[in-house]
């Protein structure tokens, strides 16, 4: 078992950003990636990449570095090496954990760390496919470690079924969020002085029944087990997401943790570089690195979210 440090305080930050279909350039004829190549209707390149992953590492650096970073739709381990390897944030130690998942496009969920500030002791993917059903989706990521000052984090990171699929779909994360429910429970009662942190892009809202009925928060921010969804104190005017000029928060953040952890702040990364100007709508969206089949350059449809814990 993990021991956890009750002596000195200190400050842990964890980070999530569905990134949007970070692919390499290369054909896996094991999945469906076949427009993410060079001859692909995307026309996705070497050079393309590099800007994907330059424009990733400025806006960790602009987060201050958090200390782990969750991301969903990374391709595979080559595009996490990249990233950590070939971009500046070779000058700080981070390092990665992935599994391939059966997801049909080959897109998984993935973490970066501070080797410097989080030591792993332990990682699994959790399958929350229906093989039966002929549904793959993408697998949990579970991690637990331990932060430079001795306090034991757990990590489950999620990128839930989209709405594709109607009531199907809408049935299959209701069964996700049940899991992931009953992991962070598991994880606590492994680790009662740790934090367990769970944060993905769900494809659901606060309000709807994944959220309210599969995690049990009905109209409050804290279910029957204790977890919170530090969601709900983000402001109702922004989002991590936006569909048809509507912001949601579709990435969501749990936590459940003791007294000896205190919320810092949770917050949406509004960068200048990650938005750009609505055509249809008011205001801004997320720049987007493909529109359609067109280029537009930028990272993501999603925003990267910010978490900040402190000890006692």
Same mark, same amino acid.
């Given at each position: 078992?993990?021991?956890?440090?009750?002596?000195?305080?200190?400050?842990?930050?964890?980070?999530?950003?569905?990134?949007?279909?970070?692919?390499?350039? &290369? =054909?896996?004829?094991?999945?469906?990636?076949?427009?993410?190549?060079?001859?692909? =209707?995307? *026309?996705?390149?070497?050079?393309?990449?590099?800007?994907?992953?330059? /424009?990733?590492?400025?806006?960790?650096?602009?987060?201050?570095?958090?200390?782990?970073?969750?991301?969903?739709?990374?391709?595979?381990? #080559?595009?996490?090496?990249?990233?950590?390897?070939?971009?500046?944030?070779?000058?700080?130690?981070?390092? #990665?954990?992935?599994? =391939?998942?059966?997801? &049909?496009?080959?897109?998984?969920?993935?973490?970066? #760390? *501070?080797?410097?500030?989080?030591?792993?002791?332990?990682? !699994?993917?959790?399958?929350?496919?229906?093989?039966?059903?002929?549904?793959?989706?993408? =697998?949990?990521?579970?991690?637990?470690?331990?932060?430079?000052? /001795?306090?034991?984090?757990?990590?489950?990171?999620?990128?839930?079924?989209?709405?594709?699929?109607?009531?199907?779909? +809408?049935?299959?994360?209701?069964?996700?969020?049940?899991?992931? *429910?009953?992991?962070?429970?598991? @994880?606590?009662?492994?680790?009662?002085?740790?934090?367990?942190?769970?944060?993905?892009?769900?494809?659901?809202?606060? +309000?709807?029944?994944?959220?309210?009925?599969?995690?049990?928060?009905?109209?409050?921010?804290?279910?029957?087990?204790?977890? *919170?969804?530090?969601?709900?104190?983000?402001?109702? $005017?922004?989002?991590?997401?936006?569909?048809?000029? %509507?912001?949601? #928060?579709?990435? %969501?953040?749990?936590?459940?943790?003791?007294?000896?952890?205190?919320?810092?702040?949770?917050?949406?990364?509004?960068?200048?570089?990650?938005?750009?100007?609505?055509?249809?709508?008011?205001?801004?969206?997320?720049? &987007?690195?493909?529109?359609? @089949?067109?280029? $537009?350059?930028?990272?993501?449809?999603?925003?990267?979210? &910010?978490?900040? @814990?402190?000890? !006692?």
């Amino acid at each position: 078992m993990l021991t956890t440090a009750a002596s000195a305080q200190e400050t842990f930050t964890a980070a999530w950003w569905n990134v949007e279909n970070l692919f390499d350039t &290369r =054909d896996d004829p094991h999945t469906n990636d076949d427009e993410f190549t060079p001859q692909g =209707d995307l *026309r996705w390149t070497r050079r393309k990449l590099k800007v994907k992953l330059q /424009g990733i590492h400025k806006t960790l650096t602009l987060m201050d570095l958090p200390d782990v970073v969750g991301l969903a739709e990374v391709e595979n381990k #080559y595009v996490l090496r990249e990233l950590c390897q070939s971009t500046p944030l070779a000058q700080v130690p981070y390092r #990665y954990v992935h599994y =391939d998942s059966p997801d &049909r496009r080959g897109i998984d969920c993935a973490l970066i #760390y *501070r080797a410097d500030r989080f030591s792993v002791t332990a990682s !699994r993917r959790v399958g929350v496919s229906d093989s039966a059903a002929g549904f793959f989706t993408r =697998d949990i990521l579970v991690v637990e470690g331990v932060t430079a000052g /001795g306090d034991t984090v757990c990590l489950l990171l999620n990128h839930w079924p989209s709405k594709r699929g109607g009531d199907e779909a +809408e049935a299959q994360r209701l069964r996700v969020a049940d899991t992931l *429910r009953r992991l962070m429970v598991e @994880l606590y009662s492994k680790h009662p002085d740790a934090a367990v942190i769970a944060m993905g892009d769900l494809n659901s809202t606060v +309000e709807e029944a994944p959220i309210v009925q599969g995690m049990g928060f009905g109209a409050d921010s804290i279910n029957p087990d204790g977890i *919170r969804n530090l969601t709900r104190r983000l402001p109702k $005017e922004w989002g991590s997401h936006k569909y048809q000029g %509507q912001w949601s #928060y579709i990435d %969501q953040v749990f936590l459940l943790a003791g007294d000896r952890w205190l919320v810092g702040d949770l917050k949406v990364m509004r960068f200048d570089h990650l938005l750009t100007a609505e055509k249809r709508h008011p205001g801004q969206r997320p720049k &987007r690195t493909n529109s359609g @089949l067109r280029y $537009e350059g930028g990272l993501s449809d999603h925003l990267p979210l &910010r978490l900040r @814990l402190r000890t !006692r």
